[in-house]
């Protein structure tokens, strides 16, 4: 995603910082309610993977239909599942809820994909556009053909970027966590050297 984004308004450089700051806000909201350190690898990664696509909806906004269906999902999954702390998750829960009724409501659908045809090629057609409605969030409501592939290429678009902010994100963690390895291990080495010279 690079320059303005023509559907969002939104430059690439804003949709990222938004998504981070989205991003940061949901992870500390699951920490609060349960430490990543009570919970599974498998845990954690689900976390980390619903914190970052509710980040990235709510940054997306209004004008697609995938965001929305991002945060009803997010929404009712923090109100219906239990963590492994038995603690629920209520602040992640009001951010994913706040930013789905603060969507705009849109009307129904353009309309429905035309009728199967006994031809081979619509037959292809009509599977792989299924198979497209199964990746896309929000893809299985009645979509027409042209809306689904402007989905598609909308929610591709923003997926790139925030596969980009994550591997900033883990790229800034890596090298935090080898300064805070190398630190004491610096100091001790000075305290040593200081100790032989007396």
Not at 21 to 45: I, P, Q, Y
Not at 94 to 104: G, M, N, P
Request: with cysteine.
């Amino acid at each position: 995603m690079q320059g303005r984004n023509c559907t969002t308004g939104k430059s690439s450089t804003a949709f990222k910082q938004e998504l981070l700051k989205n991003l940061l806000r949901g992870l500390r909201a699951r920490t609060d309610a349960c430490a990543f350190s009570a919970m599974s690898v498998h845990e954690r990664k689900r976390a980390v993977k619903s914190s970052a696509d509710v980040a990235m909806a709510a940054a997306r906004g209004v004008g697609a239909r995938w965001p929305k269906a991002i945060l009803a999902a997010a929404a009712a999954s923090t109100s219906s599942n239990r963590s492994s702390c038995q603690v629920r998750s209520s602040r992640f829960r009001r951010v994913a809820r706040r930013c789905f009724f603060r969507e705009k409501r849109r009307g129904p659908a353009a309309g429905v994909a035309a009728a199967s045809s006994v031809d081979v090629a619509r037959r292809l057609v009509r599977r792989r556009t299924m198979a497209l409605r199964k990746v896309i969030p929000g893809g299985d409501a009645a979509m027409d053909e042209a809306s689904l592939l402007r989905e598609a290429m909308d929610y591709v678009v923003h997926l790139r970027a925030q596969v980009d902010v994550l591997r900033r994100v883990s790229e800034a963690m890596q090298i935090r966590s080898s300064l805070l390895r190398y630190a004491p291990s610096s100091i001790h080495g000075q305290e040593a050297s200081s100790s032989m010279r007396q």
